[in-house]
């Protein structure tokens, strides 16, 4: 409703599909920046007034909240790994230092993932450091997604010292401006992001734009810029497949994110929500944005004509 409701993170059902729930917060729709916002969070959702994310009972009144999400991300991560390994023996692929970087940061977003999203019963300032440096990652990671359509065009030769300095460089600008924020609400330096802590609507418009609005430009900006690079520059259809199959992986995780999760939770009783799923999706959308990648790009060095190998 209006713009009343920009950087609100605490979501007003009477505008949100979650209608008919009491008044949900942050944490309920899986925003892993509502890890910070609150001093005690365990078990996970329960300073939210939402649905209260259990998991396994631990000694101590602990929970470990979402083991599904802990495991699936780390085989993310052996996944990331993998492809970069694979990236890396595509000697004459466009982008392929880029695209490792791309894969790096994914995983720097997983590790996070599963001290945060997997509700691990940790310190307090521990789970804030690590729900900051999720937030940041994820938006960096997108900007370095971006870039790697750019690359395509070769405005600057790939793989070189200026087109990886430039996207680090850049990243790493991205990188601590959102962490200072995250980490400035979480441990209130200055007191300026405080209102958004204690205020009803969790309001943060800096961490809104950086951690939700930003990232999603940047993805439809890739897929925009991937779609011009694949349709009229190269002329071909087949790699288009891997791409829009890649888009609707990471939207179908963004749905069980926003409109399943708290039905999910509410319907097992606490035992798992939508992150699971979410974390499961995401993975195979890096994975079929890899495949779109590996399929406009060459192996390796074509040889000469009339050579071969003696």
Known sequence: MGSTQFGNFHADTDHTPLGGYDRTSVATRHYPSAMFLFAVNQPPNKAFDGCVLTGIDLSGGRNLSNLGSILLAFI????????????????????????????????????????????????????????????AAITATCWILFLNALVGFQLLDDGTPASLGLIAASAVVLFI???????????????????????????????????????LICLVLFYSFEAVLVLRVLGEFRPMMYLSGAAVLFAIGQIFTYVISTHLCQASGGKINGALFETLFTLLAVVGLWTFWSSITEDDWPLPVGGGYN
């Open 177 to 215: 401006g959102t962490g200072y924020i995250a980490l400035d609400t979480a441990f209130d330096w200055t007191g300026h992001f405080q209102p958004s802590v204690t205020g009803s609507d969790n309001r943060n418009i800096g961490l809104y734009v950086l951690y939700q609005l930003f990232p």
């Open 76 to 135: 993310a991560i052996v996944v990331s790994a993998v492809l970069i390994w694979r990236s890396d023996k595509k000697h004459a692929a466009v982008g392929r230092r880029e695209m490792q970087l791309f894969l790096a940061g994914f995983i720097v977003i997983e590790i996070c993932e599963i001290f945060t999203v997997g509700g691990i019963p940790l310190d307090d300032s521990v789970r804030k450091g690590f729900s900051a440096v999720h937030v």
